[in-house]
C-alpha cells in the first residue's frame, strides 16, 4: 500500500494531514508533478480554488494529474477541491482540472457570514449523521450519468458525490474531530482497481 | 441522502475555518476594483478592500477612517475570493456597516486612527470573523478573548520595512515555545505577566499552537520578506503598500504568492526576485517618532 497524498501548495493541508494520521493512514505532501509518483490517492484541500488552480498550472502539475486520474488514482476534492476537479463551473474561473462529470457554483450558499454547520446523513457512511463544516462553500448544480449522490442538503442540493475512485465534498470533515469520511476515501484508494 | 438543513450561521468553526482557508496565502491591500482583479489573478487569497494603502495614510495625516461603503461593495461585486476591510479599533459601528456589506472578514486596524483607546471590539458578537494586530503573544491572546478568529503580526505598515513585522512574529513565536516547555504549576503567573486570559495560556500549553491561524502583516515588500515570514514560521502574509506602490504591481504580486508558496526553495526565490522594477520606498522605523507609529494603536 502506498501512502494517500494531499496537495499541499495553499490551503488547509495539515487538517488533513493529521485526520489521516489519526487513523493511521501513512500520508504525503505534494508540492511538484514527480511527487505524485507512488501514492495511492490524492487530496485536494479547502483553500482557495482560483489560487490553487494557478498554482498546479504554474508548477506543471495538470498534465501528469490528469495522466494519473486516467490510470485509476483515486481523488477526493474538499471545498475547494471540489472546484478544481469539477467539469464545468457556473463561474468564469479558475479552468477547472475537469476529473469528474459535476458542475460546480462557487460561494453557492452566499458569503462568510452565510457560512453554516450542521448534520449530515452520508450515503455509505454508517453510524450518525456527519458534522459537516460549510465555508463560502460550492454546491453541485449539474451531474454527469456515472456521479453518485451521496449526501444532500434540502431536496436536488447535492454537497457529497462519487464518480468511480473520484469523490467530492462541499464541506471540510478535516475541520472536525470525525475521521469517518477519510477512512471512507482511504478504502477506495488502497482498494485493487 | 438529502437532510434538512438546520444551518448554524457565525460560529467559530466557521469563522476560524475560513483563515484556515488562507492558509499559505497573500492576502493584498487593493483601492479600485481593478487592482482587486489584478490581485485576484496573481493569485491572492483575498483582498483588503481600503481607500487608500498604509504609505498614503502615513503621508496624509489626518484622521483615517472605515472605507466609503460604496467602494467596498464595488470591490466584492469585482472578485470572487473573500473581501476582507478595517474598521477603527474599538469602531463596533463600523464593524457593524461591514458586516451588512456582506464583508468576508474584519481587519480591527492600527493603521486606522483608533476610535477607543480602552476597549477593542467585542468581537464575539458579530457573524463576519475578525482579524487583529499583535506584537507579542499577550497581546494576541487578548484579542483571542474578545473573539478575534485570526491574527497578524503589526509590524510597522506604510514603511516598507520588515524590521517590525520581524520583531513581532519571534516574540509571539517565542513565547509560544517558552510556555510549551513550562511546568502547569507556572501557567498561571504566566497568564498575570502577559495579561492574557489564563484558559488561552493553559491551550498554548497543551497544543504549542495559537488557537487561531497567524498571519505576518506590516512592512513586507518584497517576495524575499514575504518567505522571510514564512520561515520564520506564520501561516502566511498580508501585503499592502508593497504591490501596488511598486513599479510593476501585477509581476510582483504574482513574484510575492510564488515566493509564499514556495518560501523554502531558494532556486524559486531567486528565479520570481528577478525582473521586478523598484520595491516601494521604505523608511527606517527608529526616525519614526512614537506618535507615527501605528503598531503602538491598541494594546
Redesign the interface.
Known sequence: MAPIGVL????????HINMLDSIGIESVEV?LPEQLENIDGLIIP???S??IV??ID?YGMRQPLLEKARKGLAVWGT??GMIVIAKHLK?K?PDPLGLMDIEVS??AFG?????????????GIDGP?MHA????APLVTKIGNEVEI??????GKPVAVKQNRILATSF?PE?TEDPRMHAMFANIAHSIQ | MATEIKPNTGTWTVKSGLAQMLKGGVIMDVVTPDQAKIAEDAGAVAVMALERVPSDIRADGGVARMSDPQMISEIIEAVTIPVMAKARIGHFVEAQILEALGTDYIDESEVLTPADENNHIHKHNFSVPFVCGARDLGEALRRIGEGAAMIRTKGEAGSGNIVEAVRHARKVLGQISHIKGMESDELMATARDLKAPYELVKGIHQTGALPVVNFAAGGISTPADAALMMQIGVDGVFVGSGIFKSETPHIMANAIVKATTHYKDPEMLASVSKGLGASMPGIDVRTLPESEQFATRGW
Do not use: K, M
Open positions: 499541499a501548495i495553499q490551503g488547509d493541508f495539515l487538517e508540492r479547502g483553500g482557495e482560483t489560487t494557478q498554482l504554474i471545498c475547494a463561474d474561473r462557487r460561494n458569503r462568510q457570514i452565510d457560512s453554516f454547520e450542521t448534520d449530515l446523513d452520508i450515503n449523521p463544516v460549510f465555508i463560502r451521496l449526501a444532500e442538503v434540502g431536496q471540510h475541520l
